[in-house]
């Protein structure tokens, strides 16, 4: 599976549940969220705005970009998690397996974050982003195209202080 | 990494957090262990039971074995898990980097089970396990030496059932 299809199939409604382990004082959270994956046309005005900001020209690079949306709670519906985040993906022209990101918050505020991926033989698609003290590495598979995992490790400069794990079934209309 | 420094390089005392999906219910179970892992020398007597029983010469076959020993409790403290279990790693002869498992419950009445390992080119460990009725896959990988991720999922006939996830931490000796 490429990039580009990778996420083309990300598209869609999910359940996600999600743990997140404290790997410092051995706490664990739960959640659970509704979330709402969908592809942003060439032409979106969001995508042309972000790549302007990142000096990419969408008009001639290859790229795909996705738009991620939550509705969830924290720890047994006490907390409300919400919110929304944009995510474009640019393959390296020379090697497509790998690439950068250029991700956003929605709110025209990104921190100084380097993202990249690398897209694995096993189909698992890693996402590493980096900003100052702070290194995140994601993997995401799919067992079957309704049903995926992920996990998440979050390093600090005193090392690696969360890991959380994801998983998401596709909503299937009927 | 191949096979045998992996292996190699789990043995020892380790602090494990889990928790486990129910993709079926949405239920979460979580769990905390202790976990021993000791590499067994070709000459143990388990080792070579377990290769007798499955037709496989030890002294003339290249192969791993560890033992696996847990103590922890499952949900809040409340309910004990204990137990043990030993793996025996077989790699092909003419591709190291995928070969068989002789699984064993340490008891000597083992159930029919089916089990193969695939070495990804990124460290990651897969590990594959089949039996009526029964399919379950858990990924292992480590971060660094001393802190390693484990997935694992479990499908039946009706399908993806279970789906863990372990964050593990070496407990070092000062």
Redesign the interface.
């Known amino acids: 599976m490429d990039i580009i299809e990778f996420f083309k199939l990300s598209a869609g409604e999910w ?1 996600s ?1 999600r ?1 997140v ?1 404290n ?1 410092v004082s ?1 706490d ?1 959270q ?1 959640g ?1 969220s509704e979330v709402n994956v969908e592809v942003l046309g060439k032409t979106d005005p969001i995508l042309i705005k972000l790549c302007e900001q990142n000096q990419v020209d969408s008009s001639v690079t290859e790229l795909i970009g996705i738009k991620i949306s939550w509705n969830g709670t924290i720890n047994k519906e006490k907390v409300k998690d919400t919110g929304s985040t944009i995510l474009i993906v640019i393959p390296n022209s020379d090697d497509p397996k790998q690439g950068k990101l250029l991700p956003d918050r929605g709110d025209g505020n990104s921190p100084k974050i380097s993202g990249r991926y ?1 897209m ?3 189909d ?1 698609l ?1 996402l590493i982003t980096e900003s100052e003290g702070l290194y995140a ?1 994601e993997r995401f598979w799919y ?2 195209p309704n ?1 995926r ?1 992920r ?1 998440s ?1 979050i ?1 600090k400069s005193n090392g ?1 202080t969360l ?1 959380s ?1 994801c ?1 998401e ?1 596709r909503r299937v209309k009927s």
Do not use: N, P, R, W
């Open positions: 359940f549940q743990t382990h790997l051995g664990l739960a659970k690398i694995g033989s096993d698992v890693t590495e067992l079957i049903l995992l996990t490790v390093k690696f890991a794990f998983s079934i």
